[in-house]
Structure formats: structure tokens, C-alpha cells
């Protein structure tokens, strides 16, 4: 059979070949689905993207939905508060929403206004600074005055005859009833300042103060009194008592101790603050003062905006009040928003988690609750409302959109890391199959022409000793002479065919891993020369002769002697078979320092680098033109190097092309347990 139909024995035809057909099942079944796969995943990936956003926007428009509905709950609840407190007094907070009853308890936080039958009511009572409607004029002091009194005034305004005047008016005070002592005190220090007796007019002063309060041209008597100290204090330039007297008096009028009207009050309150500035009071308090003073003056404001006309909102320069009421009859809580702000929305928030922020827009733009985001504030999410005439706006937005957008990213890197590891596993799994099934289908092809080649080697022995033994057989060579040249023969072919099995054998053997060696001591110098002298012998015929250097006396070695044999007979064929038109092979063999060395060299075609690596490999046989016409299966030196192995020893094999080639066997002297 020629050489190139046993390589490629018959097989059913494919469209493809083999590898061919290994690359489209690799594609169709791993790279087609992988790179599916993988676009799959990328899409999956930009859509976790996605899906975490609107998680987070969801998440948002939950809250938005929960304020809003808390923000509903509040303000019926403020409402219902109204509907059942007791607007008769005495004013009663304990069963007040806890927000409403802190705003009543901080000055200028926050009122409750009530119409009843005794007109507007205010709830705490001094929580507003002067009277909002028109009071009834207060009661006290007799409308008709005794006629002394006109006299004493006559004397004091008519005639500006102060002495005679103090003297009236000190007798009236000794005589008359105590209703009218405010009124006449109050004339008698105002006369005895006139008459330059300072001293005396504070004294008296301080008498009235210290009376019950009478209301004398709708001014208290304490009010008028404690003005007039101070004033008094400023006149005599006596600094210690302004200070202490103006700050007192400023506590007290802006504390609510008098309810006033608005331009009385207004009035007094600037004339305490210029006195407390004249006399340096203490800086701390009278700020403080001035900022209580200012809350409520705009909670004051904000009340009187609401009884003339009621709205939920009640802007003010100093200020964003809210105000909630009931109508017939009117009972209203008005709060400061800046209270709110900063006691009752974080309470709001802090129910939705702790990364969550958002602010409460009026209806004209300004944030009521909560401070407005960055302009561009990913994520935020916001709803209008009703809660009065206008919709508000509420906005609700993460705090920390970075964190979200960062934890966003990295779920994406591990997701497409981890892609990226798959993809590279899925081809690296693919680069180390191909290479497995090649090696596989090699073997295989490898085989097919085994079969073909071993079957070639047996015919032509089996010819050649067919041939003879027939022509024997009819008697065809009568000459002794030549019949014992064709015994001969037929013997060398047989032993040629006898060693072929014998590899062949041995190979399964060892390739099932049942291959024994028996080792016994040997010594190679005999040995050796042997060999040599019967392989000689076998193929003098084709006119090669081995020439042997074996020294005497080589140390002995422990070895299967059938076993290495075959293995120096398997070189020393193998360099008869590869130096063609050469007439001479060497056997040479030494002793080293631990092993001895037998090496085979031939002057043939040499193997080149890359065939070197794989010679000893079973099946494989250089490529080159000298494999077409010497025959052989590959097995020779995959045999080689396994019985040197199984002897300890190693084979090597240096060689150049067209200059031949030297198979070096290296055996160690120490004796060998066990076996292979
Ligand atoms: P084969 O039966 O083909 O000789 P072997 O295993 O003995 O199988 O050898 C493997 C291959 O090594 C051979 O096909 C040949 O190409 C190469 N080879 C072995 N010995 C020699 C040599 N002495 N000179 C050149 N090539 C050699």
C-alpha cells in the first residue's frame, strides 16, 4: 500500500475535515454561546445599573409618599387640638401633640388665639407683645376725682406753684382712699421732678411701683413708674441704676407683663432698648431679650395677618409663620416655621432613614422646612401638595448620591470581572480541549498507521522466507552450499520477523503497564561484544558492518540482559536503517564515575532539532523524506526509553542533519530492587 493511503485510511466523507469539524463544534458549541452569553450579560450589567437607580427613586417616591401623608396626619391633628380644646381656659397644654405644646412653652414659638364671650384670648397668656383687638378699658380708678385733687392740680399746672402743690397733693395722699393713691403719687413725683427734688420724685416713684397696678390714661401705674426711674437714672447720669433698672424693666415689658396697644408698646420697648444701651446692661441678657423680643414680636405679626385675613402661610419679614384654625368662633394656632424647621421636621426625616433628606417648599419657592439641595442633586424626587390655598412642593433627596452611585459601579466591576474571568476560562478550556482532542486524533491517526506499516513488515519477511522455502521445497537449489546460504536466511528473516513481534509485545506490555523485567548481575564487556557480534552477523548480508570499541573489564551493572538488549539492538538498527550508502555503524562503551555509558553512532541523514524533541514519543517518526522509504512505526525508541528507565539510566540522543546522530545509554553500577 503506498505510503500517503495508509496515512489517510478510507473514512466516511465529510463536508469538513477533522480539525475542520473540531472548529465548528468548538464555535458552534462553546464560542457561539459564550459570546451570546456574554453579550447577555453586558446588557444585564448596564440594566443592574439601571434597576439600582430606579430602586433608589422608588425607594424615594416611597418617602415622598410617607411625608406626605405624616404631613396630612399633622396638621388634621393640630386642627382636631383646636376643635377640642377648653377656650375658656385656664389654659390647659398637657393633652396637646408634644410639637404644639414645646412651641406654647418657647416664647415666641407659637400662640393659640380663641374668640370667646369675653373677646380674643391668648394662650400662653403673655405669648404675644400688645393687644391685638380693641380691650376694654381697664378698670381700677375712680372716674370722678374729689375736688382737692382738682385744686391741687390747678396749683401744680395752672399756677406752677410746685411747693404748694407737693403740699397738696402729700395731704391728699394721707387722706384720701387708697384707690386713689397711685393717681396722686404718681402726680406728686411728677410735680416734686419739676421742682428740681429729684431725689424725692425717684423715692416716690419707687412708693408707686411698689402699689398695686392702677391704670392711670391708659398706662399702668407700676409701667409709668418704672419709665420714669430710668429716665430719672439717665437725667443724673447714674449708669449703675439705669442699667439695673432698664434691663429689669425691658424683661418685663417684652416678658408681657403689661399688654399694651401696639404704638404704646412699641414705643416703650425703644425707649428700654435705648436706656439699656445708655447704661451698657449686661450684653448677654439684653441680647437675649432682644431675641426673644424679636420672635415674638413676629409671632405678634404673624397673629394680627391672621385675624385679618386667615391663610396657612403667613410670610413675614422676620419670619414664615404657619397657622392652623377653626372658624365660629375663631380658634387659631399660629407657629413659627423656623420652630418647626429645626424641632419637628428632623423628627419627620428621621422616621425615613438615616440617609434620606428633603425640604418643604412654599408655594412662592422658599424652603419652610429643611434646607434646598445642590441645583444638581441626582436621584431627587419631588411632589406637589395641598396644604393650604397654593400646592407646596416637597423634595426628597439621598444624602449621600455618591455612596449610591459609587456602590452602583462597583456591583458593576465585580460583575463584569467576573465575566471577563469566565470569558478567559471558557477559552482557555477551549485552547486546552483543541489541543487534548489534536493529540487525541493524532494518536489516532498515529495508529490507523501503525496497523498499516506493522502489517507492511510482516509481509516482507513473511515474501522473502516464502520464496525461499518453496524454491527449496521443489528442489530448485540442489547446490549444499547455496541451500545452507537460504536456511541461513530464512533464519535471519525469521529472527527479523521474531523481533518485530517481540517489540510489538513488548509495547502493549508496556503500554498496559504489565511489562516485567528480571535484573540479574551482568557484565557488560562480554555482553556487549556479543551483541555486536551477532547483529554483525544478521545483517552482514546487506554489507554494513558494526564496529565495536568495548573495553575489558567494564564494571558490572544489574539489568534485564533480554530487555537492554533489545534496546541496543533497536539503536543499532535504527542507525543501519538511517545512513543509507553508509557501510559502518559504531558500538563504543565506557566506564563513567557512577554509570557506564554504551553509545550507538551513525554517520547517516542525523534528525533535526525539532524531530529530537519527539523521537522517544511512541508513534512518532521524523518527517522527513527518509521516513517515506525506511519502514518503521514509530515504536523503536518509545521502547528504548522506557527499558532505560526501568533501569535507572537515561538515553540521549545528539545529532546533526546529514552528519548522524549518537544515542547515548547511561547505566548506574549500584545494583537495582525491584522492577519495572
Ligand atoms: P522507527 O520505527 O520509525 O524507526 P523509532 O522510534 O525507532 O521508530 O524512531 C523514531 C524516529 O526517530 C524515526 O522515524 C527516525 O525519524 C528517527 N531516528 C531514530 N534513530 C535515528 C537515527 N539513528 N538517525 C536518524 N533518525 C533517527
Not at 403740699?167 to 402726680?187: E, G, N, V
Not at 503497564?513 to 548481575?521: K, M, T
Not at 524531530?611 to 528504548?640: P, Q
Amino acid at each position: 500500500m503506498p505510503k500517503n493511503q495508509a496515512r489517510r485510511p478510507a473514512r466516511p466523507r465529510f463536508l469538513l475535515g477533522p480539525g475542520q469539524r473540531l472548529i465548528a463544534v468548538f464555535v458552534v458549541f462553546i464560542l457561539l454561546p459564550g459570546a451570546f452569553l456574554g453579550l447577555f450579560a453586558l446588557r444585564a450589567l448596564r440594566q443592574e445599573g439601571r434597576l439600582a437607580e430606579q430602586r433608589t427613586r422608588e425607594r424615594l417616591e416611597r418617602v415622598v409618599g410617607e411625608i406626605v401623608a405624616d404631613l396630612d396626619s399633622n396638621f388634621r391633628q393640630w386642627e382636631e387640638t383646636l376643635r377640642l380644646a377648653d377656650k375658656e381656659g385656664p389654659f390647659d397644654s398637657g393633652s396637646y401633640p408634644d410639637i404644639i405644646r414645646q412651641a406654647l412653652e418657647q416664647p415666641g414659638c407659637g400662640v393659640l388665639l380663641f374668640e370667646s364671650q369675653r373677646g380674643l384670648q391668648t394662650f400662653p397668656h403673655e405669648a404675644l407683645l400688645y393687644q391685638l383687638a380693641d380691650a376694654p378699658a381697664p378698670q381700677g380708678i375712680p372716674s370722678r376725682f374729689p375736688p382737692s385733687l382738682a385744686e391741687a392740680e390747678s396749683l401744680e399746672i395752672e399756677r406752677k406753684d410746685n411747693e404748694r402743690a407737693i403740699r397738696a397733693y402729700r395731704r391728699l395722699l394721707d387722706s384720701s382712699d387708697t384707690k386713689l393713691r397711685p393717681l396722686i403719687l404718681q402726680r406728686l413725683a411728677r410735680t416734686l421732678r419739676k421742682a428740681g427734688r429729684l431725689e424725692e420724685a425717684a423715692t416716690a416713684y419707687r412708693d408707686l411701683q411698689r402699689l398695686d397696678t392702677a391704670w392711670i390714661g391708659g398706662l399702668p401705674s407700676d409701667l409709668i413708674a418704672r419709665s420714669e426711674l430710668c429716665s430719672l437714672a439717665a437725667e443724673r447720669g447714674d449708669n449703675a441704676q439705669l442699667q439695673a433698672y432698664a434691663l429689669a424693666f425691658y424683661r418685663d415689658l417684652s416678658g408681657g407683663k403689661w399688654l399694651l396697644d401696639k404704638p404704646r408698646y412699641l414705643y416703650y420697648s425703644e425707649r428700654c432698648r435705648s436706656w439699656c444701651l445708655e447704661g451698657q446692661a449686661a450684653e448677654a441678657e439684653f441680647n437675649d431679650l432682644r431675641m426673644t423680643e424679636e420672635r415674638k414680636l413676629a409671632l405678634t405679626r404673624a397673629a394680627g395677618e391672621l385675624l385679618n385675613e386667615p391663610a396657612r402661610i403667613l410670610p413675614g419679614e422676620a419670619g414664615v409663620h404657619l397657622a392652623f384654625w377653626l372658624t365660629d368662633p375663631l380658634a387659631a394656632v399660629v407657629l413659627s416655621a423656623g420652630f418647626l424647621n429645626s424641632n419637628w421636621w428632623p423628627q419627620v426625616l428621621s422616621a425615613k432613614g438615616e440617609d434620606i433628606d428633603a425640604a418643604l417648599f412654599s408655594p412662592d419657592g422658599r424652603a419652610l422646612f429643611g434646607s434646598s439641595p445642590a441645583e444638581t442633586q441626582p436621584f431627587a424626587v419631588t411632589r406637589e401638595l395641598r396644604a393650604g390655598e397654593a400646592p407646596w412642593r416637597l423634595k426628597v433627596w439621598p444624602r449621600q448620591p455618591a455612596a449610591i452611585q459609587a456602590e452602583i459601579r462597583q456591583r458593576q466591576t465585580l460583575l463584569l470581572t467576573m465575566l471577563v474571568f469566565v470569558g478567559v476560562l471558557l477559552l482557555f478550556g477551549g485552547a486546552i480541549t483543541i489541543r487534548i482532542v489534536r493529540r487525541e486524533m493524532e494518536i489516532a491517526r498515529l495508529r490507523a498507521d501503525f496497523v498499516s506499516t506493522v502489517s507492511h513488515e510482516f509481509r516482507s519477511p513473511l515474501t522473502g522466507i516464502r520464496h525461499l522455502a518453496e524454491m527449496l521445497l521443489e528442489g530448485r537449489v540442489t547446490a549444499p552450499e547455496k541451500q545452507r546460504g537460504y536456511f541461513r536466511m530464512i533464519v535471519q528473516e525469521s529472527d527479523r520477523l521474531a523481533r518485530l513481534v517481540e517489540n510489538i509485545l513488548d509495547f502493549s506490555r508496556m503500554e498496559e503497564g504489565r511489562r516485567e523485567y528480571r535484573y540479574e548481575p551482568l557484565s557488560p564487556t562480554p555482553w556487549l561484544r556479543k551483541l555486536a557480534a551477532d547483529f554483525g552477523s544478521e545483517i552482514a548480508a546487506s554489507g554494513v558492518v558494526v564496529e565495536a570499541n568495548i573495553p575489558d573489564g567494564l564494571p558490572s551493572i544489574s539489568a534485564d540482559s533480554q530487555a537492554l538488549g533489545s534496546a541496543v539492538r533497536n539503536l543499532l538498527d535504527n542507525a543501519v536503517k538511517y545512513s543509507p550508502g553508509e557501510k559502518t555503524v559504531w558500538l563504543d562503551a565506557e566506564a563513567g564515575d557512577a554509570a557506564i555509558r554504551i553509545a550507538v553512532r551513525d554517520r547517516g541523514v542525523g534528525i533535526s532539532e525539532q524531530d529530537r524533541k519527539h523521537i522517544f514519543d511512541r508513534f512518532y517518526r521524523a518527517d522527513g523524506d527518509i521516513s517515506k522509504t525506511v519502514k518503521g512505526a514509530g515504536l523503536g525508541l518509545s521502547l528504548v526509553q522506557h527499558i532505560v528507565a526501568a533501569h535507572d539510566g537515561t538515553v540521549e540522543c545528539r545529532s546533526r542533519i546529514g552528519e548522524g546522530s549518537i544515542f547515548t545509554i547511561r547505566l548506574p553500577f549500584a545494583p537495582i530492587t525491584g522492577g519495572g
